[in-house]
């Protein structure tokens, strides 16, 4: 009989779930595959004291969920520091072999991942595991991500990463990470940890066989620009002006929203991204445009620090406008090099991060458990 595996993402179709798309095909001969999200179990913090009032709340609630047609209720948590949704049929979907999410009422698994740490206190999960996998997918300390432990009204950003790792990690029987240095932080602590990954659609995204043979230049972007770790308005907008003012021909391409399968041709008309992020254990762009021969010149963090090699598929940067316009400049005036990198960028890649490759890591780790 096939073990039952759940996967808690944010949300749908988002980063995370996307990485679990990609290892779902590898496991289903195996394993059955479920997947929830964290929005549909997000607690809220409990401002009034209800005192006795509690059980009466509570049960009030019970009766109006069973007299009426509300799939879902609020109560208060026994430490009376939050509320938490109670559903009549908790929202949880079996993956089919096409990738469809079939509706299913299982609340008990044999292993549960978590795809972030900080779900288990912004959320109250009605699902059941003997065995749990959590990850941590942002590469700096404090981690990016809700700070503010709603369950306990306190902030985790004030622990060191010992305690951080005693209070939100030691619990689960395992810990995946992304790229750049999360691996060696948690070694320190854990023999636990393993390193994981997956691009959703690899085979789909489309190869630019023309990097750096037009007049222009163009740079490619995707993600959310605000998040201040991005850099994206305060290092990579402004490298780009400055550039622009030196009366080089350069254009901006950005994707900031909609649906993911524009990403598969989304690089094709790039002839380099920019990483400026401080914290990132990815990002996925740069996967992506590996996969698309798209050169990448980052900061030090994630996936680049992990695999890319500088000055021969790419260039590291501080993290300063000066540092990314000079590099910039370097790939404008010496095109030759930028084909260089293009022509081994993906072939570097697919030697150490084809999905069939880092898929193994995450299926050994199951292995160890159920």
Not at 73 to 94: A, E, G, L, R, T
Request: proline letters at 5%; charged letters at 25%.
């Amino acid at each position: 009989m096939k073990k039952n595996i759940l996967f808690i993402a944010d949300k749908p179709d988002w980063a995370y779930e996307f990485m679990v798309k990609t290892w779902v095909p590898y496991l289903q001969k195996e394993y059955n595959c479920y997947i929830a999200y964290q929005q549909d179990f997000a607690i809220k913090p409990n401002n009034t004291h209800f005192g006795i009032k509690k059980n009466i709340y509570n049960f009030l609630n019970k009766i109006r969920s069973i007299l009426s047609k509300t799939e879902k209720i609020y109560k208060i948590s026994d430490n009376d520091n939050f509320f938490y949704p109670v559903y009549k049929v908790p929202p949880v979907y079996q993956y089919n072999e096409s990738l469809n999410k079939i509706p299913s009422e299982i609340v008990h698994f044999d292993l549960i991942t978590e795809m972030a740490f900080y779900f288990q206190y912004i959320a109250e999960f009605p699902f059941k595991a003997s065995k749990k996998i959590v990850g941590i997918f942002t590469d700096k300390f404090p981690h990016d991500g809700p700070n503010y432990d709603i369950k306990e009204k306190t902030d985790r950003d004030l622990l060191s990463r010992k305690d951080f790792y005693n209070k939100y990690l030691k619990s689960y029987q395992h810990i995946i990470v992304g790229g750049g240095n999360l691996l060696n932080d948690y070694r320190h602590l854990t023999d636990k940890v393993d390193f994981v990954y997956g691009i959703y659609g690899q085979e789909n995204f489309i190869e630019n066989q023309n990097v750096g043979k037009k007049e222009s230049l163009t740079i490619g972007w995707t993600g959310t620009p605000d998040r201040p770790m991005k850099g994206f308005r305060t290092v990579i907008e402004p490298a780009i002006e400055n550039l622009k003012n030196t009366g080089r021909n350069v254009r901006l391409k950005t994707k900031f929203s909609g649906p993911y399968e524009d990403l598969y041709n989304f690089y094709s008309d790039v002839d380099c991204i920019v990483i400026a992020s401080d914290a990132d254990s990815g990002p996925s762009m740069y996967a992506e445009a590996c996969l698309s021969s798209v050169p990448s010149i980052s900061t030090k963090v994630g996936l680049p620090l992990s695999f890319l090699q500088d000055q021969k598929n790419g260039i590291f940067i501080d993290r300063s406008i000066e540092s990314l316009e000079n590099a910039l400049i370097d790939l404008y005036d010496h095109r030759e090099k930028l084909i260089s990198f293009s022509e081994n960028v993906k072939n570097d890649y697919m030697t150490v991060m084809d999905n069939k490759i880092t898929v193994k890591f995450f299926i050994n780790i199951i292995k160890m458990y159920i």
